[in-house]
């Protein structure tokens, strides 16, 4: 029991697809987060929600779009990836969008771009 | 923080044996450095942190310390167990930012 949740667990798609990843938290928390975790490198944070407002978007391409609809959920947006975007996505939340408050991650979505 | 440097990348020791991780930071005016375990196929989780008014804090068998002047934190695992067998990565806050900037990761392999 995670207390952060996410679907699919694995995801491959071609690069015309169109898919969502999901999130869900149940501990409570006022900050989610979309981190991107590919091999030999550090963990790239891409986007924070802060009850429901977009306070981060790290620069991240629009073909990902991200979605919170409530402070308990958070999505993925994926349209038209190229295969570098290859790599594990992790959701986390925290109960403030501060550095110094503890990230909870979720088990991530391992994604293959064919 | 602008930029976290991890060492080493992969670090083997032999069960019983300690295990030190360091990280250096540019930002003098980072102020907390947490540490993370990812285990194989699982998710980061916080194991421990310090903040910038504190030179070292302990946990059972695990220890970081910071030397602020000379701008980086270490991870300390004592009596190392096959358990330990994680990927560790550190971080750290910047000043005037709310996010984490975490090091490359370190593969720790502990050798029954």
């Known amino acids: 029991e995670t207390g952060v949740t996410q679907t699919p667990r694995h995801l491959v798609m071609g690069m015309t697809n169109k898919k969502s990843l999901k999130c869900e938290q149940h501990?409570?928390?006022?900050?989610m987060y979309w981190y991107k975790q590919s091999a030999k490198k550090p963990l790239e944070l891409m986007f924070v929600?802060?009850?429901?407002?977009?306070?981060e978007n790290n620069s991240v391409p629009s073909r990902f779009s991200p979605e919170c609809p409530n402070s308990s959920h958070l999505f993925l947006h994926l349209h038209t990836l190229q295969p570098e975007d290859s790599a594990l996505y992790l959701c986390?939340?925290?109960?403030?969008?501060?550095?110094?408050?503890?990230?909870?991650f979720g088990n991530g979505t391992r994604l293959t771009v064919t | 923080g602008e930029n976290v440097e991890q060492h080493p990348s992969t670090l083997s020791v032999q069960e019983g044996d300690s295990a030190v991780i360091k990280c250096t930071y540019s930002?003098?005016?980072?102020?907390?450095f947490p540490w993370y375990k990812q285990e194989l196929g699982k998710r980061p989780q916080l194991i421990i942190d310090?903040?910038?008014?504190?030179g070292e804090k302990k946990d059972q068998r695990i220890a970081v310390t910071l030397n602020k002047t000379a701008k980086h934190f270490s991870l300390h695992i004592t009596e190392t167990q096959p358990e330990d067998s994680a990927v560790y990565f550190c971080?750290?806050?910047?000043?005037?930012?709310?996010?984490?900037?975490f090091g490359k990761g370190t593969k720790l392999s502990v050798i029954p």
């Open positions: 986390a939340s925290s109960p403030e969008d501060r550095a110094y408050s503890p990230l909870h």
């Open positions: 501990l409570g928390h006022n900050a």
């Open positions: 929600y802060s009850l429901e407002e977009r306070v």
């Open positions: 930002d003098s005016a980072s102020n907390y």
């Open positions: 310090i903040r910038s008014n504190v």
């Open positions: 971080a750290e806050e910047g000043a005037g930012s709310y996010q984490l900037t």
